[in-house]
């Protein structure tokens, strides 16, 4: 099961790379991320922690990162994994943006519908606030 999401960002890439890194401050254009950190650089095999505004913390490992281009996390927890793809393609407007979500495991056909749900509402709601960012420096409208 996966959910997807994408827009496109009068902005470089390297612009919406930039916002990607600084892990810390995901908060503040992801409403679905109430702390994210990372122990070390944004890069592959960096580990992190992500905190949904409810649920507790789960660890985050960035088994991709593509400087300019895309970035995918996994977190895990007992029988579900999910799967956090983020890609940035150039176009004649900008810069497409998509996100992706892929639920796996035992346990993905009970979670994935709980968590999956909200996703498919949310993930426009965090393309709409990274583009408010990218685009005027700020997610307030």
């Given at each position: 099961m996966h959910v997807e999401s994408r827009v496109t960002i009068s902005v470089s890439p390297e612009k919406?790379?930039?916002?990607?890194?600084?892990?810390?401050?995901?908060?503040?254009?992801?409403?679905?991320?109430?702390?994210?950190?990372?122990?070390?650089?944004?890069?592959?095999?960096?580990?992190?922690?992500?905190?949904?505004?409810?649920?507790?913390?789960?660890?985050?490992n960035f088994i991709s990162v593509v400087p300019n281009k895309s970035f995918t996390v996994d977190s895990q927890i007992p029988l579900f994994r999910m799967v956090f793809e983020h890609?940035?393609?150039?176009?004649?407007?900008?810069?497409?943006?998509?996100?992706?979500?892929?639920?796996?495991g035992a346990l993905s056909f009970l979670l994935g519908r709980i968590v999956g749900n909200p996703l498919r509402t949310g993930l426009p709601i965090t393309l709409a606030s990274l583009k408010r960012l990218a685009e005027t420096g700020s997610v307030a409208d």
């Open positions: 919406i790379f930039e916002i990607y890194a600084d892990v810390p401050n995901w908060k503040t254009w992801d409403p679905d991320t109430k702390e994210a950190s990372i122990d070390g650089p944004f890069q592959t095999g960096s580990k992190g922690k992500i905190t949904p505004p409810k649920g507790i913390s789960v660890p985050m890609e940035l393609n150039v176009t004649a407007a900008g810069t497409e943006v998509v996100h992706r979500v892929t639920f796996s």
